[in-house]
């Protein structure tokens, strides 16, 4: 059972590496917004560069990378750097639809995040040794909490772009 988690979780990790674009379609969603706008706004549209929208934080910044069916996939970036890590319990998906005049910031949990989770009671139960890792839900947890607020700041970004407004533009950066 652990080698299958172990490799479950280095799958996860190619496949967002590689940016594999079924990964980023499929999956239990835990965030979804949708964000209106007009024909026109989404004519005009684009969502390169996005990652330069977001306010500077101290965690790792977010990747952004378009797929062949004219999304955006999005997760944290495997870049090293000095800002607070956490456990990455979603990866994102920003959809462009046309016909219901929307964007949709999406995201969507992950496969490892949620195999620990549901084989989590089985494993104390075989293994009682294993009880530490009852804690895993707790900081699961904390790390959704952390991801929803960032994904709500990328909601506002791209907000600000269909309403053609950039308020972060030129706060917080490097002077």
């Keep these: 059972m652990a080698l299958a ?7 996860e990790l190619l496949m967002l590496f590689a940016w594999v674009p079924v990964f980023f379609r499929t999956g239990i969603v835990l965030f979804n917004q949708r964000i209106d706008a007009s ?6 549209l684009s969502l390169g560069g996005l990652e330069h929208d977001l306010p ?14 004219g999304s955006v996939a999005f997760r944290e970036s495997f870049a090293p750097g000095f800002g607070g890590r956490y456990f ?7 959809v462009i639809d046309r016909r219901r005049r929307e964007v949709r910031v999406i995201g969507r949990c992950s496969w490892f995040a949620l195999a620990l989770t549901v084989l989590l009671v089985p494993i104390v139960l075989l293994r009682p040794m294993a009880w530490p890792m ?3 839900p707790l900081l699961f947890h904390i790390g959704y ?4 607020r960032r ?6 970004a791209v907000r600000a ?10 706060m917080d950066a490097p002077r």
């Design 5 to 11: 988690l172990i490799a479950l979780m280095l799958i």
């Design 39 to 44: 024909a026109d706004d989404l004519k005009h």
């Design 56 to 69: 500077i934080e101290k965690w790792a910044r977010l990747s952004f990378h378009a797929l062949p069916d």
């Design 88 to 94: 990455p319990l979603m990866h994102g998906q920003l």
């Design 134 to 136: 009852l804690a895993m």
């Design 145 to 148: 909490r952390i991801q929803r």
């Design 151 to 156: 994904y709500a700041l990328v909601v506002e």
């Design 161 to 170: 772009r269909v309403r053609r407004e950039f308020p972060w533009r030129f």
